[in-house]
């Protein structure tokens, strides 16, 4: 029996390699707090009470002692780990290949672990309180299996000072998703944003453009649905790119966007998204976490 209460997916595998280890990963306030507490928190106030962390094995250890320890008074935790091998029957792993096979099959891999609806976000990013009660609420009343939600943010609110980002820019029509197109490379311009596939020509995008921030709402079909269209992906990808393809999320959802196997909800969200994406973007981090303390969003010592 699937069970309605909603559960909160962390993508955490890529950690390791971001932050160069988990033991160094930096602290976003003077009480020792990681962006993923705040995350955490915020869902714990959403009404979550179920976590399911998706990591590599050999951070197993040092996971739990930094996070997953702590989080156990407040969640039901588990873990599930993305390998390299855990691949369809019939598949190995390519030769000098350590790249993850990224978003969807990492989670793919929460087959057998989660069996109702679930959200799913990025460890590293800050998403925002409202964020996490749009999306509980959804997964909470949702009823049908082949509508699935996403929350999307305004550009103005997803981009830095400091350089480009990737984004998907999503396309909706009465309400729900129509499409996501990636673009690796849009940069801010005043209170609105453009982007460039070639370095030299830049397109506009409105500051109130839709974009996705891989914040996604899901039921508990689509894992076989990952783990289903995963060999089609691997057919296609692996002779032209053995060492560097990846499976991600927002390509199984296109698909499923184009036969019409499933819908996505748009679920339009006010907040402003911060990460690390560049060195220089951490103390804005710290600065906004500093001014959300001072207008009491969150207490000086989460959990307090």
Not at 103 to 108: D, G, I
């Amino acid at each position: 029996m699937r069970t309605s209460e909603p559960t909160l997916v962390i993508m955490a595998a890529g950690m390791g390699s971001r932050f160069g280890g988990l033991k160094q990963m930096t602290p976003v306030d003077a009480e020792g707090h990681f962006i993923i507490d705040f995350s955490l928190f915020d869902a714990w106030r959403a009404g979550f009470r179920r976590v399911v962390f998706i990591i590599k094995k050999e951070l197993e250890a040092s996971f739990r002692e930094r996070i997953g320890n702590r989080m156990e008074k407040y969640f039901h935790v588990d873990y599930v780990f993305q390998e390299l091998d855990r691949l369809p029957e019939g598949y190995a792993v390519p030769d000098g290949r350590v790249k993850p096979w990224g978003t969807a099959h990492a989670v793919a891999c929460c087959r057998g672990v989660v069996d109702g609806p679930f959200a799913v976000i990025n460890a590293d990013d800050f998403y925002g309180r409202t964020a996490y009660s749009t999306i509980y609420d959804f997964l909470k009343n949702n009823t049908d299996e082949h509508v699935y939600s996403m929350v999307g943010y305004r550009v103005r609110n997803t981009v830095t000072e400091h350089g480009s980002v990737a984004r998907g820019v999503c396309e909706e029509q009465d309400g729900y998703l129509t499409g996501v197109t990636e673009r690796t490379k849009i940069f801010k311009k005043g209170s609105d944003a453009e982007y460039t596939e070639d370095g030299e020509h830049f397109t506009f995008l409105p500051g109130d453009t839709t974009v996705s921030m891989n914040f996604w709402g899901f039921t508990a079909g689509l894992l076989d649905v990952l783990w289903d269209r995963f060999p089609d992906f691997l057919d296609e990808n692996l002779p032209k790119n053995p060492l560097k393809c990846e499976y991600f999320l927002p390509f199984v959802v296109n698909s499923q966007l184009a036969d019409g196997s499933a819908r996505v909800r748009m679920l339009h969200c006010d907040e402003t998204w911060y990460g690390v994406t560049y060195k220089d973007d951490l103390q804005s981090v710290c600065d906004a976490i500093a001014d959300m303390k001072h207008r009491s969003v969150y207490e000086e010592e989460l959990w307090k």
